[in-house]
Each structure stands twice: as structure tokens, then as C-alpha cells.
């Protein structure tokens, strides 16, 4: 069964940090491109940041140079730092695989995401 379970999320004044984490079961982690995404109020699912199997990164323009993603292969787990954040980055983030692959295809396998909420 293949599950993502996200943690760490929380409510952070603007400027502050926060870490994610996600621990995934049911796929073969280590080689897959994992991915976090956000969805903020009114607006579809985004595409946060990647990385690869080897711990190559790609990140979306409004998060580059404040958050970072990374992984560890012995615990199944990816995580996002986010650090300066801005009340914009108020959102649900979620972790998945990388888009298109047969699981994110699927819909079924979105977790319950953790709500990060920045004030000004």
C-alpha cells in the first residue's frame, strides 16, 4: 500500500523557518524523483521542488534560494527546509513522487498534507 505521511508543519511569523518531513512506504524510495507540492487556498496544486534518486534538485522560482529539499534513502523519508518564509507561502504542502509517474497518475495517494500558515 503505498502511503506518504507528511509531519512538521505549523504556523510561523513572516521571515521564520519551518522543516517538513514525509516518510513514504509501498514504493522503491531510493529510486524514485520525489517532489513536494503545495496548494494553497483557491488554487490548484503546485509543483514546489524535486529531487532525484542521486539528490538532484530542482526548485519553483518563488521558493528558490529560501527552501531546500533532501532526502534520506535509509528511512524512506524526503523533507523541505523553508526558511524566509512570506505570508504567500501559507498552504498545504504535500509530497508525492515526481509528476506523471503511475502513482501520482493515480490520485489515490495524496496524504493528508500539513497546513503551513504564515503571518505578516
Known amino acids: 500500500q503505498v502511503q506518504f505521511v507528511e509531519s512538521g508543519g505549523g504556523l510561523v511569523q513572516a521571515g521564520g523557518s519551518l522543516r517538513l518531513s514525509c516518510a513514504a512506504s509501498?514504493?522503491?524510495?531510493?529510486?524514485?524523483?520525489m517532489g513536494w507540492y503545495r496548494q494553497a487556498p483557491g488554487k490548484q496544486r503546485v509543483l514546489v521542488a524535486l529531487?532525484?534518486?542521486?539528490?538532484?534538485?530542482n526548485y519553483a522560482e518563488f521558493v528558490k534560494g529560501r527552501f531546500t529539499i533532501s532526502r534520506d534513502n535509509a528511512k524512506n523519508t524526503v523533507y523541505l527546509q523553508m526558511n524566509s518564509l512570506k505570508p504567500e507561502d501559507t498552504a498545504v504542502y504535500y509530497c508525492?513522487?515526481?509528476?506523471?509517474?503511475?502513482?501520482?497518475?493515480?490520485?489515490?495517494?495524496w496524504g493528508q498534507g500539513n497546513q503551513v500558515t504564515v503571518s505578516s
Open positions: 508525492n513522487t515526481e509528476p506523471w509517474t503511475t502513482v501520482w497518475l493515480s490520485g489515490d495517494y
Open positions: 509501498g514504493i522503491p524510495f531510493s529510486i524514485n524523483t
Open positions: 529531487i532525484s534518486s542521486g539528490g538532484g534538485t
